[in-house]
DNA sequence: ATTTTAATTCGACGCTTGTCAAATCAAAAA
DNA sequence: TTTTTGATTTGACAAGCGTCGAATTAAAAT
């Protein structure tokens, strides 16, 4: 697989394209192929740096080099340059899963909110409020039609303001009522 | 005019999506827009360390924040992403010039190659002999013809070997020997 | 064989950057 | 008003990076 294709190897692509002597190099070259001596007497660089920045450009594939007698000759790889930023950017979700714990803020507020199952408050913040209504209304069976009284029942066991859950789910359109009858509803 | 096109400005956009946090980040954000504590959580990195990555982003333009009740919610400006690498590689002359002295290299080659007005040796290598005799074929006049005495006399000022001299000029094609008569070529 | 020339590698130096803890701010909740 | 909560700033530290001089290598000229 290309090493472009992955987390590091966007990373290193950008990377490599983000320095003002390497985007100046890369013009100096499009206009036409130049060795590395040439480069250093154009922009006022020892032959070590600019071989260095070379290295760079060449192991991300944006240069391509080629020997003509004593001279190391590079030229620009446009099909390397082709993409849009949208393009590079673009990750797949294997690339991302293993560095995000992407529920990590859910299960935060969780903890944050439940003690020992029951909830200690009901939360202000309407995101927090919706994460731990999700949770409680795990306890009630899709499909089945619950009376008030049923309702109230379960709710008790993690708050005591039942009146305020039962709002809170009806709102948040977790549950529905109709003439008194409760019922989860499943997406 | 825009920062993103100087060079200074290009280099910034590119240096910062090359990281990959901040890949990772863009990611987070491009599936739903995000706050920074959230971000903290799923990619178990300091508020902090968020902020600092969240202001890189926002500064080049790439992410736009907006706020809702407490939060900073960040969303991506597609806008920015849309040029591709090349478009964004691309510097006008104005970036190229004030940083390179193009003919730096050339001149390198005439200061070592002439002391004094003269020739001190013919470069063995070609692009150097080339360099070397488009300075030296500046002394004939375009159009007029010379014949073989005047062109060594000529030549004579730069080095005593007319001969490779001659031979150069017109194997280099910077002029033409026809029926004994010489003529610079003028392109 | 010796010398020249371009390129690369290595080690060193200083500047930049990523990360965090602690302090501070700003806005909303109690 | 006082507390809570998310965001930002500051300072500190370590890691990373750009630059250079010196030594080395590779290829070609003498």
Known sequence: ????????????????LGHSTRLLILNLIRMKPRHGEELAAILN?????ISHHLTKLTNVGVLVAEKDQYYQVFSVNQHAL?????????????????????????????????KLGRLT???AQLKKQRIVLEKIVEEFEPEREYTEREVNIILLDFNDDVAALRRGLISQKLMTR??????RITE
Do not use: C
Request: aromatic share 6%; hydrophobic share 40%.
């Open 121 to 123: 408050k009901i939360p």
């Open 178 to 183: 109709v003439k008194g009858i409760y019922q």
């Open 1 to 16: 697989m290309n090493k472009s294709e992955n987390l590091e190897g966007k990373a290193e692509l950008l990377k490599a």
């Open 45 to 49: 660089l020892k032959p070590a740096t």
């Open 82 to 114: 082709k993409p849009s930023l949208s393009d590079i950017i673009h990750l797949s979700q294997q690339d991302i899963m293993p560095n995000a714990e992407v529920d990590a803020y859910r299960e935060k507020v969780v903890k944050t909110f439940f």
